[in-house]
């Protein structure tokens, strides 16, 4: 028989596990209930927000960017369909596998892409631009095997003149985390295009357009179902520069494979005609993403191509300085211009003779003629009595020492040195023997070749100071209108008297006619100019070809034409070349005479150089020497 007593205890063992039992379950079903409220309520509109994103996704649909064109309507930058391709990185489960297979089929380094993913910081990265249509084939063809990598069919930046005008017209970039968080850029998104240099950068509120938005469904994936709906973008709007292509083309030609720039400019208007510089670069090779490798070839290169040298290149001036001379004296009238001084061939300061670039000196010249045969003597002289305050002074009159205003990036000022400089910059006193250098356009003294080619222009027109400018206008495609750029008018500056400015002008003509600038001659139109040959260094060898290159003097030609009324001024600066004379003055007639030739950009020619004479005493312009 069964114990009363023990079946007593095991009925209380088996009640004390059953409430054991119930108040894990219990705790159990809490547990389940607190983690359901936690998903539903607390945690609920997040989870919401995933569920809405993975099944639907908002594209940004780049617009396509405006048109640039020179003058006359030629293009010089596009925008052509391409096929760009992006991964997004909250569908992807396996990195290294996916960039493997992206490796294998797009010939892609799984490196640099897990580089630049880390380096974006982003979800959605692209990882090339610019597919031919076989990859974007390949890649379609792989869909299941490319958790969450996407093309799209996009526009992309084409310079169909290659690197012709490239420092002018620059180039578009994907936009970096700091331009992200500039005002500027505000409501753009990361990975957009935008200009990086030059008239693309400038300009780039008026040529990125608006961006548009998709909002499509995916499947787990990532892969586009359907559209459920559509903003489409506003193309940017289009730009007109100033510029003549053909001008511009020509001045890269003969400038060829020496570094250097050339400046053509309206007197009459600040408009940029030509603006050349070189070396130069492709820009579509920028625009489309350079590998890191390649960038940093490009910026480490010797001959600075990615250097605006019309802009930022700053050069000693040599003797095209002599203008600004002529405009100190003829402004302070320090000397009688029609006082000849004695030039021997040197100029006996304290213990250093200043030599002339003529051994043998000029003889006895006044203001004409040592502008006319380049006499460095004469301008030894008149810096010593004019002093480098004065100097100063009439320098920045012309506009040197400070930004010319045009509208391209990065311009540089140049230097107009004076004690006040010097003691800031150095630390040291003025000496009156560097006073003597600068009179010739040596020592501290330096500029652009844009601003010389202002200077020659202002001479040009009679005193009239433009701001020199590369864009003519922009046309608003929604108005399908041009609003014409309207700079500052240009202002009068009383650089001379009216008188002095004239002498200047019947020297700077009577120098191409029979002096420095004889190989500036034309049978076409009568050019006026001066030759500057700016020293690199102060020791050279016996001659110009026992010394390398990168010693050799730079050659300097400023000119307007025509004589009467100027349509064109022309600054040219060639790098290492030796006498403007010799190097740069051919050049600038060449494009002086291309421009002029054409109809349509002169209202009337004026006589030939041969005929300077009779034509400077009718109009009163006495030539002597």
């Not at 760009?84 to 992206?102: A, C, G, P, T």
């Not at 008239?199 to 459920?228: N, P, S």
């Amino acid at each position: 028989m069964t114990d009363p007593g023990s079946s007593a205890i095991e009925l209380g063992e088996v009640q004390r596990r059953l409430w054991l039992l119930k108040i894990g379950v219990v705790i159990v079903v809490g547990l389940l209930v607190l983690r359901l409220w936690q998903l539903q309520v607390r945690d609920g509109p997040h989870y919401q927000h995933l569920s809405q994103h993975n099944r639907t996704r908002s594209i940004v649909l780049h617009p396509a960017r405006g048109l640039i064109y020179d003058r006359n309507g030629f293009l010089l930058a596009n925008s052509v369909p391409s096929f760009n391709v992006y991964v997004e990185l909250s569908d992807v489960r396996n990195r290294e596998r996916l960039f493997q297979k992206l490796e294998d089929l797009l010939a892609l380094d799984a490196r640099e892409l897990n580089k630049k993913i880390l380096t974006h910081g982003r979800t959605r990265v692209k990882l090339k631009a610019g597919l031919s249509l076989r990859e974007a084939a390949i890649v379609e063809s792989h869909r299941l095997d490319l958790p969450g990598v996407v093309v799209h069919p996009e526009y992309q930046r084409n310079y169909p003149q290659g690197s012709s005008a490239a420092h002018v017209i620059g180039y578009i970039g994907e936009m970096s985390e700091e331009q992200l968080g500039q005002e500027k850029f505000h409501g753009l998104v990361q990975g957009s295009m935008i200009g990086q240099y030059g008239v693309e950068r400038m300009y780039d509120r008026a040529l990125r357009g608006q961006a548009g938005r998709k909002l499509i469904e995916v499947d787990a994936l990532g892969h586009e179902k359907r559209t459920i709906f559509v903003e489409k973008p506003q193309a940017g709007n289009d730009v007109y520069l100033t510029l003549d292509f053909r001008l511009q083309k020509l001045a890269e030609d003969v400038l060829g494979d020496e570094a250097g720039a050339i400046v053509a400019l309206d007197p009459q208007t600040g408009e940029t005609l030509a603006l050349a510089s070189q070396p130069g670069f492709d820009p579509n090779a920028l625009s489309h993403g350079l590998p890191v490798e390649e960038w940093n070839v490009l910026l480490q290169d010797p001959r600075h191509p990615l250097t605006n040298r019309a802009i930022q290149g700053q050069y000693p001036p040599g003797s095209i300085f002599k203008i600004i001379m002529a405009g100190a004296v003829l402004g302070t009238r320090a000397i009688d211009p029609t006082e000849r001084i004695r030039c021997g061939g040197g100029f006996r300061f304290g213990k250093r003779t200043f030599r002339d670039w003529k051994a043998n000196g000029h003889g006895n010249v006044d203001l004409h003629a040592a502008m006319m045969h380049s006499c460095d003597v004469y301008f030894y002289r008149l810096g010593h009595r004019l002093g480098i305050e004065t100097i100063a002074t009439h320098a920045k009159r012309f506009g040197l020492g400070q930004r010319t205003g045009v509208d391209l990036p990065s311009e540089v000022t140049g230097i107009v040195p004076s004690p006040e400089w010097k003691q800031q910059t150095q630390g040291e006193a003025w000496y009156p023997g560097e006073t003597i250098s600068v009179s010739i356009g040596q020592g501290f003294v330096t500029v652009t070749p844009l601003q010389m080619a202002n200077v020659i222009a202002a001479v040009g027109n009679h005193g009239r100071v433009y701001t020199p400018h590369v864009v003519r206008g922009v046309r608003q495609r929604e108005h399908g209108m041009i609003q014409e750029w309207n700079p500052a008018r240009g202002h009068a500056v009383q650089l001379v008297q009216p008188q002095g400015l004239r002498r200047i002008r019947t020297a700077l003509a009577a120098v191409v006619a029979e002096g420095t600038g004889r190989r500036a001659r034309s049978s076409l139109v009568g050019i006026a100019g001066k030759t500057g040959t700016a020293q690199v260094v102060g020791l050279r060898e016996k001659s110009e070809d026992d010394t390398p290159k990168k010693f050799r003097d730079h050659a300097w030609f400023v000119a307007y034409a025509p004589l009467a009324r100027p349509r064109i001024a022309v600054a040219v600066l060639v790098e290492h070349m030796g006498q403007g004379g010799a190097v740069a003055a051919p050049l600038a007639k060449q494009l002086i005479e291309a421009y002029l030739s054409d109809p349509s950009n002169v209202e009337r020619m004026a006589p030939s150089s041969s005929a300077l004479h009779s034509r400077a005493w009718q109009e009163g312009e006495a030539v002597h020497g």
